[in-house]
């Protein structure tokens, strides 16, 4: 099991930038998948983005592909999400996720077992 934090959420304007932190806990982060998922108010939770343990595939939701970008840095045990052009379709609570694999993969969104507490983004019109 690993331990997740996340960071760097607030409110900004459209059309602006935020930049995401997940750090997790242990010394295994390289053998996990990470992922972002969020959760808009009154809405299910979406499977926003997703980095493979080597960072050798990656997932992204159509509605973010060409804004947001998923990096990792296994050294720090720490992933992050580059969120840009903000819209407000953009505001939820945004969650990191990891899974455990044996293989370069992006894990499907329902086998995720490891979460964080969320952070909120909010993105102004």
């Known amino acids: 099991q690993v331990q997740l934090v996340e960071s760097g959420g607030g409110l900004v304007q459209a059309g602006g930038s935020l930049r995401l932190s997940c750090a997790a806990s242990g010394r295994t982060f390289s053998s996990y998948a990470m992922a972002w998922f969020r959760q808009a108010r009154g809405k299910e939770r979406e499977y926003v983005a997703a980095?493979?343990?080597?960072?050798?595939?990656?997932y992204y939701a159509d509605s973010v592909k060409g804004r947001f970008t998923i990096s990792r840095d296994n050294a720090k045990n720490t992933v992050y999400l580059q969120m840009n052009s903000l819209k407000p379709e953009d505001t939820a609570v945004y969650y990191c996720?990891?899974?455990?694999?044996?293989?370069?993969?992006?894990?499907?969104?329902?086998?995720?077992?490891?979460w964080g507490q969320g952070t909120q983004v909010t993105v102004s019109s």
């Open positions: 996720a990891a899974e455990i694999t044996v293989w370069d993969r992006v894990p499907r969104r329902n086998e995720y077992d490891d």
């Open positions: 980095i493979s343990r080597s960072s050798g595939s990656t």
